[in-house]
């Protein structure tokens, strides 16, 4: 049991109720269980703290003050590149709690983040100072620290390594449910920078049909709590949506193979063995991409063409996980543990 002496909070873009950042907060809390601290994760959700056994809390209140570790991760936390709106930041609340001294004799850490690129020269300045703030920082892959080197943050205080949604099955409970059905996540409206594709309404017609005619053997994947941008166009298909993560994570773990336009949803189907392929939204899903050894399976929507959408299809409909895969996975865990590794 947790020494209840010893308090963590864990800050990140939990709010939103994104399935990939909240399995990566519930990570890293599963980890400071382990290490001895009771843990709270704000704004990760009642049913979530009640399954990983930490405190729930719906905002910071008095938390940072009461914390003896202070943990920022995980997501492109030391970016405001990420998700539908860029520009934002997360990294208000931990500048915040400094400027008003509630950093002082706390250990602060920065784990399985993505850094950079900046829109905003406000970010980056937000970033630096919160490197500057931590013991450590660790990053999912080597562009991030190149971002970070690239504004004076470098040194073994900076950690290289791979995103903690790897090990979601090492670190967390849940029952893998058996199934053939291919997850099929296309949630791409609300990304207006994309509309500068001239052929992104071809794509999204290509893929309405693609499900239509497979309805039986698709099932359509939210990453939050809406439903599949699809799913009005294709009624006969089934959904799944996030409400908690154990019951997520089982039911993705039912699959054959994974064709998503995001990043966490690929990396989780890749640590349960899943084949995924991706048109994706955003920069850093290509990274990961190049990390696992399969640059071709991950095409760029913003310039992506009807012929891209059809030889991914292709390539997800015939995908196995072979040996070499195997191998590439269990690099990457052990990748992953060392950005956990520092918290203790």
Known sequence: ????????????????HNFGDDLVGAIIAK?????????????????????????????????IQRSDMVVVGGGGILSDTSGSKPGASYLDIVAQAAMRGELTGKRVMVTSVGAGPWILEKSKMLAFAVSVLAEKIGVREQESYDHLASIGVSGPKVVLGADCALLSADYLDFAPRRGRAMGFQFDVGSFEDLKANPRLQEISDAAI???????????????????????????????????????YLGRLSGHKTVFTSHLHLAITSYSQRIPTVSLYVREKTRRFYEQIGHPERAVDLSTATVDDFNRLIAEA??????????????RLKGDARRLLEFID
């Open 31 to 63: 980890h400071l269980q382990r290490a001895g601290y009771d843990v709270t994760v704000p704004k990760l959700g009642e049913q979530n703290a009640e399954w990983l056994g930490i405190e729930y809390a719906e905002d910071y209140g008095d938390l």
């Open 209 to 247: 049909q693609y499900v239509r005619d497979n309805a039986k053997k698709i099932t359509l994947i939210s990453n939050g709590r809406g439903r599949p941008q699809l799913a009005a166009s294709a009624p006969d298909t089934g959904i799944m949506r996030y409400a908690g993560l154990e019951d």
């Open 1 to 16: 049991m947790p020494d209840s002496s010893k308090r963590a909070v864990v800050v990140g873009p939990y709010r939103v």
């Open 317 to 330: 409909e015939t995908a196995v996980w072979t040996d070499k895969d195997e191998e590439t996975l269990q």
